[in-house]
């Protein structure tokens, strides 16, 4: 069974650039779910996907951060204009169904803001 | 308060040696409780999860959970240098929104 996959692995941007990210979760997976995770600390919920529905974003910052996820499958996270406290990897996760407990997680994408 | 505490370590221990990891916790609402383990440069991956209080064991891990202490802990036996890593707790109250620990980073010395 194929994993989560996201790309770019890094990406390197100057301040005020804008960025996004790609995530394809597990076939069959309805559920998304991308995550912060800054040097040191641990993953931060940015927003949760049920199929192609937002179920929490209550924790991305809206006003340079947008996520969709077209279809129910792949998703997109863009950040614009990228400030430097966004250098962070920026984890996705996919479970099967929403509630379940086990999120299978990417490897990241690491943004270094600069 | 956050959520989740966890000390950072880092703990480095020898090979063969029993490690205990620990997290505390203040939302008397969490009812699921899961270790992840997190090697350098790749994602989370789930090593243990419990439901509630009590106990689970799976081969050289325990995890234990003490809702009435607010206390979750990860005993590994038998350390290996493979055990390296950094390890993360995570917990829910719906088993929707995940709060996670900052990671104890762990060195097995051979």
């Known amino acids: 069974e194929a994993g989560v996959a996201q790309s770019p692995r890094y990406k390197i941007i100057e301040k005020r650039q804008s960025v996004a990210f790609w995530c394809n979760p597990i076939?069959?997976?309805?559920?998304l779910y991308w995550y912060q995770q800054i040097l040191g600390q641990g993953p931060k919920l940015l927003i949760q996907?049920?199929?192609?529905?937002?179920?929490?974003d209550s924790q991305l910052p809206k006003d340079r951060f947008s996520a969709e996820r077209l279809k129910g499958v792949d998703s997109t996270l863009k950040i614009q204009p990228a400030k430097l406290e966004d250098s962070a990897v920026y984890l996705c996760?996919?479970?099967?169904?929403?509630?379940?407990?086990?999120?299978?997680f990417g490897a990241g994408t690491r943004l270094s803001v600069l | 308060q956050k959520e989740v505490e966890q000390d950072p370590g880092p703990l480095s221990v020898p090979e063969g040696a029993i490690v205990s990891l620990n997290c505390t916790y203040s939302?008397?609402?969490?009812?699921?409780f899961m270790w992840y383990r997190q090697y350098s440069r790749k994602g989370p991956e789930l090593l243990m999860y419990?439901?509630?209080?009590g106990n689970k064991e799976d081969g050289r891990f325990t995890a234990q959970v003490d809702k009435s202490s607010k206390y979750i802990s990860l005993f590994i036996r038998d350390s290996q240098p493979s055990d390296s890593a950094t390890y993360l707790c995570?917990?829910?109250?719906?088993?929707?929104?995940?709060?996670f620990g900052t990671g104890t980073s762990l060195t097995v010395i051979p």
């Open positions: 996760a996919s479970s099967l169904i929403q509630g379940q407990n086990i999120q299978y």
């Open positions: 995570a917990m829910s109250a719906s088993g929707n929104q995940f709060y």
């Open positions: 996907f049920q199929n192609n529905g937002v179920v929490d």
């Open positions: 939302n008397s609402a969490f009812q699921y």
């Open positions: 419990t439901y509630s209080s």
């Open positions: 076939s069959g997976h309805a559920t």
